[in-house]
């Protein structure tokens, strides 16, 4: 992670010990960002982080990861459609707070840090992320149908 990224240090908000015969990678992708560990969670990480990691070149993730600013270019004007920033409160990958600096920028966002969640939000807290991406698709399907 870049230094000047705002992120906090990570902690488990709810721990719950993963069932025996739970793939290192899994272990160790929770021990890094895991907030809320669960049984579910564990095995939602199982299922749905370990295939991409699996999947990963490590000589291009070492290539991007020593690219990796942190941040993103922003459009050059404001981008006037619905957007939907979705922050884990207690992400210790890339933090939320410096998503807040762009928010201007996007005058029809809706921007949400959710509390109890690292960097796999879908994971841990998946009613509000399921309610707010539903939500978000609404209005993108009422812009692109222009209600």
Not at 67 to 75: D, I, P, S, Y
């Amino acid at each position: 992670m870049p230094d000047h990224l705002a992120a906090p240090l990570h902690h488990v908000e709810r721990g719950a010990p993963a069932a025996p015969g739970t793939p290192t990678m899994v272990l160790l992708h929770a021990d890094d960002v895991g907030v809320v560990q669960t049984p579910e969670t564990w095995r939602r990480t199982e299922a749905e982080v370990t295939p991409g990691l699996d999947a990963a070149d490590p000589a291009t993730v070492a290539r991007v990861g020593e690219r990796f600013a942190g941040t993103f270019a922003v459009e050059p004007r404001p981008y006037d459609c619905p957007t939907l920033f979705l922050t884990g409160r207690q992400d210790s990958s890339t933090g939320y707070r410096d998503a807040w600096r762009v928010l201007e920028h996007y005058p029809r966002a809706t921007f949400a840090v959710l509390d109890r969640a690292g960097h796999n939000l879908q994971i841990e807290q998946p009613a509000l992320f399921d309610a707010l991406v539903g939500e978000w698709l609404d209005r993108v399907e009422e812009a692109a149908s222009g209600d």
